[in-house]
């Protein structure tokens, strides 16, 4: 059987050759492929667990430091086992559904929002080898699946019954699809430029030169849209306390808000992946150093780096969003679309 991800493939064929002599033709090649694919799972889920728990701990100490605080002080060295304490206490708690809330969807859909994510994080190579999803437009895939984000924000606010949630619904939906234009002029520039919608070819392409030194108008567009993308400061209308309470999260139950903390900082580890990709030459790096680790040292950079401006920006107002949307970042990804079109194609 032809499998496009290798790293699906190499446990196929260690799975297919132990189990020949056991099993039919049939079922042998389900059980190879169901096989490789748990162990895909099991190392996609370490990965989007370990990351979000190292960096939910960092970034509630960057924070604390920024606002004169100490932060997780007391459970482990430092403060670095209070997430397990946070953990075991949120799952603890009782799951409340509100009497007005629509049933079943209201409880559907935050898991439904964080399991697309982690399918995007099956179509986005940590490695050339390390993929489970591996095609030639994988990066269109991930953008089409994106798009679906606004559709899942505005169900979970509406389907609570709640009115600060549904406003807070709608103001994500707004700036989500506003600022999905400029983003997808960018990726389009990206991809004009390395020929392919393949990630693998992007990387490879920039083995000469990283395309933050290309279109450098583009990082910082793409870096700005990502920012109201995945809601964080100083684009975190969602969530403006002084309004809308906790926004569309408002009648989420403690289990639930455990999905949507988890939620939150693979929608970071996501957009952090996407820029290292597109711009910073990926996985690639000097031999001794494996490509795995060099990715994930750009990622944690990215990822320090929008920690830094949630503790040290202020909330935009909800005008001026779609106002630096619509009267800047979109001329400027126009401009750096043509420039890049004008320099490196033409």
């Known amino acids: 059987m032809d499998i496009s991800s290798p790293f699906i493939s190499t446990y196929y064929s260690m799975v297919h050759s132990y189990l020949s002599q056991y099993l039919a033709a049939a079922q042998l090649a389900a059980a190879s492929v169901i096989a490789g694919l ?5 190392a996609l889920s370490i990965i989007i667990i370990g990351f979000s728990y190292i960096f939910a701990w960092l970034e509630r100490k960057i924070v604390a430091r920024a606002h004169g605080r100490h932060g997780p002080t007391y459970v482990g060295p430092f403060g670095f086992l209070q997430n397990i304490a946070d953990f075991i206490k949120l799952l603890s708690k009782e799951s409340i559904v509100p009497y007005s809330a629509e049933r079943p969807l209201f409880p559907m859909m935050l898991p439904i929002m964080f399991a697309l994510f982690v399918v995007i994080m099956a179509f986005i190579p940590l490695t050339s080898a390390f993929v489970g999803i591996n095609t030639s437009l994988g990066l269109l895939a991930v953008f089409i699946l994106l798009s679906f984000s606004p559709l899942l ?7 609570s019954g709640n009115k600060f949630s549904s406003i807070s619904a709608q103001r994500s939906v707004v700036i989500l699809v506003s600022y999905e234009i400029p983003m997808f002029l960018v990726v389009l520039a990206v991809a004009m430029l390395a020929g392919s919608f393949s990630f693998s070819s992007i990387v490879n392409f920039q083995s000469s030169g990283w395309f933050l030194l290309m ?5 910082v567009v793409f870096f700005i ?13 969602r969530d403006a306390d002084s309004e809308l309470i906790a926004g569309w999260l408002v009648e989420v139950s403690a289990p639930y808000y455990l999905i949507s903390l988890m939620l939150d900082y693979t929608r970071v580890l996501v957009g ?6 597109l711009f910073l030459g990926g996985w690639l790096g000097p031999a001794p150093i494996p490509p795995f680790v060099w990715l994930m040292l750009k990622v944690a950079l990215l ?6 401006i949630r503790a040290t920006t202020v909330r ?7 106002r630096l949307g619509w009267a800047y970042l979109m001329p400027l990804a126009v401009a750096n679309l043509l420039i890049t079109f004008m320099l490196f194609i033409r």
């Open 316 to 322: 935009m107002r909800m005008d001026r969003v779609l």
């Open 38 to 42: 748990v162990v895909f799972l099991i």
């Open 153 to 159: 924000m505005f169900l979970i606010g509406w389907t």
């Open 303 to 308: 990822t320090i780096f929008i920690m830094v």
């Open 225 to 237: 849209v990502l920012l109201a993308e995945l809601e964080r400061p100083p684009f975190d209308l």
């Open 272 to 277: 952090s992946l996407l820029v290292s990709i």
């Open 215 to 219: 279109m450098p108008i583009g990082i």
